[in-house]
């Protein structure tokens, strides 16, 4: 879509850097520039406010990804691109089935009741909790490391999602970029099992060991 919207050398594109690099790599083949702006705190997709700060006369446009399950705010973005002319592109994830849907929310609803010590994901927004992402408030990444290290070994298959922010990746890296919400979701950001399959017993299981690991979550002094 940016090649046919004829984006090439000499254009800069701004992309979202928390994620995988896919979209950052895109622009970068056809011989444009990746410019990372941050996200918001709330949906992990793109901050229209830094978006628009990122905006110099060789912006050819914008690319959305929404993240998680939960979609970007996308009319200040088209706004924006009304306004100077810009491509404002989306980037979706793959829809689950209704029933699907249903037991994922079910899953994530049980989740928020119930977990102490962790941030729980906004519910705004049709969330369809593709991921259940909580943070792990603390002191950064070694916090949140530890509470992933612990929960594993009590049978939690959680993950990390997001290891390394593109722009912090050697291909991406550059001087100046300063974003602070992308750093910050990237050290403390955690995905829980929301899977429909899940029966209640396993859903108690993340519930208590979460719950059992609120010591972790004590800042050092």
């Known amino acids: 879509m ?21 979209v950052a790599e895109a622009v970068a083949l056809l011989g444009a520039r990746p410019v990372f702006a941050d996200i918001d705190p709330v949906t992990y997709c793109l901050d229209a406010g830094s ?7 060789r912006t050819a ?11 970007a705010d996308v009319t200040p973005l088209r706004e924006l691109g009304n306004r100077h002319g810009l491509l404002v592109l989306e980037r979706g994830e793959a829809d689950a089935p209704g029933e ?10 049980y989740l928020d009741a119930r977990l102490k010590g962790v941030r729980t994901p906004d519910s ?27 929960l594993r070994a ?33 050290d403390e950001t955690l995905a829980l099992p ?12 993340i519930v208590a060991a979460c719950n059992a690991l609120g010591g972790l979550l004590q800042p050092a002094f």
């Not at 705004?124 to 612990?150: L, S």
């Open 154 to 186: 009590r049978g939690v298959a959680c993950r990390i999602p997001v290891q390394t922010p593109a722009h912090r990746l050697p291909g991406f890296r550059r001087p100046g970029w300063t974003l602070p919400e992308t750093e910050l979701a990237a």
């Open 124 to 150: 705004g927004d049709g969330h369809t909790y593709q991921q259940y992402v909580v943070r792990v408030p603390g002191n950064g990444r070694p916090d949140r490391d530890a509470f992933a290290r612990a």
């Open 100 to 109: 699907e849907l249903v037991r994922r929310r079910e899953r994530a609803a």
């Open 2 to 22: 940016l090649r046919a919207a004829g984006v090439g050398a000499g254009d800069e594109v701004v992309v979202p850097a928390f994620g995988n690099a896919e």
């Open 51 to 57: 978006v628009a700060a990122s905006v110099t006369d």
């Open 194 to 205: 929301v899977d429909p399959a899940l029966t209640k017993r396993e859903m108690q299981r």
């Open 61 to 71: 446009g914008v690319v959305v990804v929404h993240r998680f399950g939960r979609r």
